[in-house]
């Protein structure tokens, strides 16, 4: 069993290039979130969704688009990249409950980014 | 808007002690509340949940409170292990269907 799987782990990318993250469960979990963590700064969800085909925003959503066309994928894009989103990059999924609250949540390993 | 706080300053305790961490948090209600652990270079990993009618939840040597009227929950680890040293995190599941919001962490090092 799987659990939560991110593509890449690693990148290096230059300032306004673009890059897409891949999060795939094999959980059947309705929610899925992207989160960046910085020092000190703990997880930020950056955005997040309840479902196939629909996303919503989080705390840190500018410059960052999501997609979720299949329920076990939701992608990450940086459209054009800035050194202030070099961060390690968490994806997580839960599953909800009768009323629409969250379970626990799997995160997958990470995906340290680095824009120079 | 809606904030949860712990303490960022890390927390120091000698083995066999208990560790007793806090999450603060304003402008949710009412919640669910979640602890997890996270080691260096690793996602975090999901350690308890507690609802907002339970004031206490406990397994093996964690034991997380939750007062809803202070809006605080303390988690605490007895009989504490230097393998228990990672950085423990809280986060809320508020009333909008969905959205997890994690606090900063606090650090805590259990010294032999």
């Known amino acids: 069993n799987a659990g939560v799987t991110q593509t890449p782990k690693f990148r290096v990318l230059k300032t306004g290039q673009s890059m897409t993250l891949l999060c795939a469960q094999d959980m059947n979990h309705e929610y899925m979130y992207w989160y960046r963590q910085d020092p000190g700064m703990g997880l930020r969800l950056i955005h997040y969704s309840v479902g196939e085909g629909t996303t919503a925003k989080g705390e840190v959503p500018d410059g960052y688009n999501v997609s979720r066309l299949k329920k076990q994928n939701f992608l990450l894009g940086l459209e054009s990249a800035a050194p202030s989103q070099t961060s390690v990059y968490f994806c997580?999924?839960?599953?909800?409950?009768?009323?629409?609250?969250?379970?626990?949540?799997?995160f997958g390993q990470g995906t340290r980014l680095t824009v120079v | 808007s809606q904030k949860i706080e712990q303490n960022s300053e890390a927390l120091n305790i000698q083995e066999g002690k208990t560790a007793t961490l806090t999450c603060n948090y304003t402008?949710?209600?009412?919640?669910?509340l979640q602890w997890y652990r996270q080691d260096p270079g690793r996602g975090p990993v999901f350690l308890l949940l507690?609802?907002?009618?339970?004031k206490e939840k406990r397994k093996e040597r964690l034991k997380v409170t939750f007062d809803t009227t202070l809006k605080q929950s303390l988690f605490h680890i007895t009989a504490s292990q230097p393998a228990d040293s990672a950085t423990y995190l809280c986060?809320?599941?508020?009333?909008?269907?969905?959205?997890?919001?994690f606090g900063q962490g606090t650090e805590l090092s259990v010294k032999p």
């Open positions: 997580a999924s839960s599953r909800r409950t009768g009323s629409l609250r969250n379970t626990e949540a799997f």
């Open positions: 402008n949710y209600s009412p919640a669910y």
């Open positions: 986060a809320l599941d508020s009333n909008q269907g969905g959205k997890l919001i």
């Open positions: 507690i609802r907002e009618n339970e």
